[in-house]
């Protein structure tokens, strides 16, 4: 059925109850207006919320309403779904608890077809206008496409789905170049108009469905890519730039030159392994390179394919580097000795070592001895961890073989800027790096 864009369009209802004689009661008086769906259980109308994404549901309270309206309300995608229970005639309903468990509103059967489709009507209306009122809140003003709030509520959503699906997450962070000597030049009317300019021209570069292009802040904008590794956000930054550069702006020195160039940020990550706050903050430190790099220009940030063995007995420290490594796009094995993590090193050679130097039994200086007098790990990288620093660890370390010295508590920035360091380093064994 296709839907008018009107308040009072027909809509897709959702029809949850037991009773076969209700259910063919609602479908009848139903059916002409409206896309109508059918669940018998609670599971099943869960399913058909999932896949299809009904304007109403109208839900027998028994045996499981509550549960599933409490489900519905928990997520964000859901929560806005208007729930409406249809009770029997001598049901005990307990209508506060529905109510408290977002419930919108109770139909008592029997009731006439003409007060049915008038209570369907008139949730559906309510429904729009909600969605017309948030549309609004998500929208920034100025260029008309998503806001910042719009684009953290979709991260936090595609998150999650890719935290169940194990599919990346990509985004692209873009300043315009020099924004702020351009509104000095030109005024705030001129800068207003080159904001809206490149907010349109980016945005029609977007096709896939669930691709997401907002404004971040200033003169900053943002694009978020689920299921999009750190190559599919570097061709579509060039896709970016690209448009940017062909925009013919007022107050152009000569018609050919552009008037606008953005640096751009790009960072990808597996949602399994981190957060998506590290994501946003690789993202922004790339962008900051892409600016020191001269501008209109695009940077990666820590988005490396490599594989990285932790060999720590604390299992805190362990689960902390194993967040933090995974969320920049790492494989990561652990091990929480120095034995078991030389044999897994010796199964399959890692890209880098992260080497606890206090590890019971073995030291990890000793370990990392064992590390470059065996043929198999000899050349493999390893960057020491440490809840004390002096200067004879330092030495004993470094003559080990080990290529920095990190301590603890483990510092996020360092930790991967010094990871990013040794695995840039081609002649194994490395020279030291300086911290």
């Known amino acids: 059925m296709k839907r008018r864009d009107t308040a009072d369009a027909p809509g897709t209802i959702l029809l949850a109850v037991k009773s076969a004689a209700t259910l063919q009661a609602l479908n009848a008086a139903l059916k002409d207006e409206h ?9 099943t109308a869960l399913d058909i919320v999932a896949g299809q994404e009904p304007d109403l549901i109208l839900l027998d309270p028994e045996p499981d309403g509550l549960a ?6 928990k997520s964000p995608s859901t929560r806005q779904m208007p729930v409406v229970f249809v009770t029997e005639p001598g049901a005990g309903t307990d209508e506060a608890a529905a109510i408290e468990a977002g419930v919108a509103d109770f139909i008592a059967r029997p009731i006439g077809d003409d007060a049915l489709r008038a209570r369907v009507r008139l949730h559906l209306k309510l429904k729009r206008r909600s969605e017309q009122l948030r549309n609004l809140a998500l929208t920034d003003g100025l260029t008309g496409i998503a806001n910042r709030r719009r684009f953290d509520e979709a991260l936090a959503h595609e998150w999650r789905r890719g935290s169940r699906s194990g599919d990346p997450v990509a985004v692209i962070l873009g300043d315009i170049d020099h924004f702020r000597s351009f509104n000095d030049r030109y005024g705030h009317q001129a800068a207003d108009d080159c904001l809206k300019a490149v907010a349109a021209a980016a945005a029609h570069c977007f096709r896939r469905p669930g691709d997401l292009f907002a404004r971040f802040g200033g003169e900053e904008f943002v ?3 689920p299921e999009q590794d750190i190559e599919g956000a570097q061709q579509m930054a060039l896709k970016l730039q690209k448009a940017v550069a062909k925009l013919a702006l007022p107050h152009a020195e000569s018609p050919t030159a552009p008037v606008v160039t953005l640096s751009f940020g ?3 990550a597996d949602p399994r392994r981190g957060e998506a706050e590290a994501l946003i903050e690789q993202v922004e430190a790339a962008l900051l390179d892409a600016k020191a790099a001269g501008r209109n220009c695009i940077q990666g940030k820590r988005t490396w394919n490599a594989d990285i063995l932790v060999i720590e007995d604390d299992a805190p ?9 995974g969320g920049a796009g790492c494989k990561v094995r652990t091990a929480s000795s120095g034995e078991s993590g030389l044999a897994e090193a010796r199964r399959a050679p ?4 992260l080497l606890d130097l206090g590890l019971p039994g073995q030291s990890g200086f000793k370990i990392a001895e064992l590390f470059r007098s065996d043929p198999a ?11 004390r ?5 330092y030495d004993a370390a470094f003559s080990s073989g080990v290529s920095a010295y990190i301590e603890k508590p483990v510092d996020r920035t360092k930790l991967l800027t010094v990871i990013e360091q040794v695995l840039a380093q081609k002649t194994p064994p490395p020279q030291p790096i300086a911290l």
Not at 35 to 43: I, P, Q, Y
Not at 317 to 325: A, G, K, M, N, V
Not at 350 to 353: D, E, Q, R, T
Not at 378 to 385: E, F, I, N, W
């Open 389 to 393: 620093r002096s200067w004879e660890d």
């Open 35 to 43: 896309e109508v769906l059918f669940a018998r259980d609670g599971k």
């Open 223 to 225: 694009a978020l890519l």
């Open 266 to 268: 790009i960072a990808a």
């Open 377 to 387: 790990t000899r050349h493999v990288k390893m960057v020491a961890l440490t809840a």
């Open 317 to 325: 420290t362990r689960s902390l580097i194993e967040e933090l490594l």
């Open 350 to 353: 890692p890209s880098l070592v």
């Open 68 to 73: 599933i309206c409490k489900s519905l309300k």
